[in-house]
């Protein structure tokens, strides 16, 4: 009887010892892959989701077809923009962390950004590349601009009468080009200036700090909207308001949407179109600035 208490005692000693060395051992693995995945140091579990985000950004354009481009430029002031917003052009948004480097205590990070633009596979119907409208030349508008309410007649012989142009939507997006982006295409700055579009420029690009401040028609006062006299676009929370999903127990983010509507405030030069509709003619009136959805 004394020696089964004796063997009983042992063993439960022994269990209770190697309990306590695999408590410590397990201890120290776990604290060890808390650091591994916390600790911001290259190798780190963190670093390498960092570096290669698991995250699938998805990205959808909406650009905004002009209905009446005849009656805005005959008579800019009272005239009503029509628009209509066209179906969605849907990219994978790959992106890339570029030319790290840790300074020698492992403190400071530098890096670069770079996105690349991928027709989604599913998404972007193929047919839409066929797609068509009426668009503003923002390259024009922007040179425009510089003109001040007077432009000279060498503003007209080098960039045309038109303020609208009817052409394919998906270009304006991933490769567009024009006789006047021509002239001003030396003058720009990036690695892609062969063509222009919003998704084309920005492609295998570097991002950038930037400040923006543009009218978004969404949770704007009926007076504003009333004031920019745009008819076509009724924003609703289900599609253009901005969110984000967090798992509860652990504050991952799930889902995140962030809707941005892209403008420009563009001088509209008074014209009349020809009976035979083969060009304009500028009229005397008053030149106006008027606020254009492009995006």
């Given at each position: 009887?004394?020696?089964?208490?004796?063997?009983?005692?042992?063993?439960?000693?022994?269990?209770?010892?190697?309990?306590?060395?695999?408590?410590?051992f397990?201890?120290?693995?776990?604290?060890?892959?808390?650091?591994?995945?916390?600790?911001?140091?290259?190798?780190?579990?963190?670093?390498?989701?960092?570096?290669?985000?698991?995250?699938?950004?998805?990205?959808?354009y909406?650009?905004?077809?002009?209905?009446?481009?005849?009656?805005?430029?005959?008579?800019?002031?009272?005239?009503?923009?029509?628009?209509k917003?066209?179906?969605a052009?849907?990219?994978?948004?790959?992106?890339?962390?570029?030319n790290?480097k840790?300074s020698?205590d492992?403190?400071?990070?530098s890096?670069?950004?770079?996105q690349?633009?991928?027709r989604?596979?599913t998404?972007?119907?193929p047919s839409?590349?066929?797609?068509?409208?009426?668009?503003?030349?923002?390259?024009?508008?922007?040179?425009?601009?510089?003109?001040?309410?007077?432009?000279?007649?060498?503003?007209?012989?080098?960039?045309?009468?038109?303020?609208?142009?009817?052409r394919?939507?998906?270009?304006q997006?991933e490769?567009?080009?024009?006789?006047?982006?021509?002239?001003?295409?030396?003058?720009?700055?990036?690695?892609?200036?062969?063509?222009?579009?919003?998704?084309?420029?920005?492609?295998g690009?570097?991002l950038?700090?930037?400040?923006?401040?543009?009218?978004?028609?969404?949770?704007?006062?009926?007076?504003?909207?009333?004031?920019?006299?745009?008819?076509?676009?009724k924003?609703?929370?289900?599609?253009?308001?901005?969110?984000?999903?967090?798992?509860?127990?652990?504050?991952?983010?799930?889902?995140?949407?962030?809707?941005?509507q892209l403008?420009?405030?563009?001088?509209?030069?008074?014209?009349?179109?020809s009976?035979?509709?083969s060009?304009?003619t500028?009229i005397?009136?008053?030149?106006?600035k008027?606020?254009?959805?492009?995006?």
């Open positions: 009887m004394t020696n089964k208490t004796n063997c009983g005692g042992i063993l439960a000693s022994s269990l209770v010892i190697l309990a306590f060395v695999f408590s410590i397990w201890k120290k693995v776990i604290q060890r892959n808390i650091i591994n995945a916390v600790n911001f140091k290259p190798d780190s579990d963190s670093f390498k989701k960092w570096h290669n985000s698991p995250i699938n950004n998805i990205g959808s909406h650009l905004f077809n002009i209905t009446n481009p005849i009656e805005i430029v005959h008579d800019p002031t009272p005239i009503t923009i029509n628009v917003e066209i179906r052009y849907t990219y994978n948004t790959k992106t890339s962390k570029t790290i840790w020698n492992y403190r400071k990070l890096y670069g950004v770079e690349l633009f991928i989604h596979p998404r972007f119907d839409s590349v066929h797609d068509t409208g009426v668009f503003i030349d923002l390259v024009r508008a922007i040179f425009r601009a510089s003109y001040g309410h007077k432009p000279s007649q060498a503003f007209y012989a080098l960039t045309g009468m038109n303020t609208f142009y009817y394919n939507a998906v270009e997006l490769d567009f080009n024009s006789d006047l982006f021509e002239i001003v295409r030396e003058k720009m700055t990036g690695p892609n200036t062969v063509k222009s579009g919003f998704t084309y420029r920005r492609n690009s570097q950038y700090n930037i400040s923006i401040y543009i009218a978004h028609f969404y949770e704007s006062s009926n007076e504003t909207i009333h004031r920019m006299n745009i008819n076509g676009f924003p609703e929370s289900g599609n253009h308001d901005s969110y984000i999903y967090f798992e509860p127990c652990s504050g991952t983010p799930l889902k995140a949407v962030y809707r941005m403008n420009i405030e563009a001088i509209i030069d008074p014209m009349t179109q009976k035979d509709g060009g304009f500028s005397e009136r008053k030149v106006v008027r606020l254009i959805p492009i995006l």
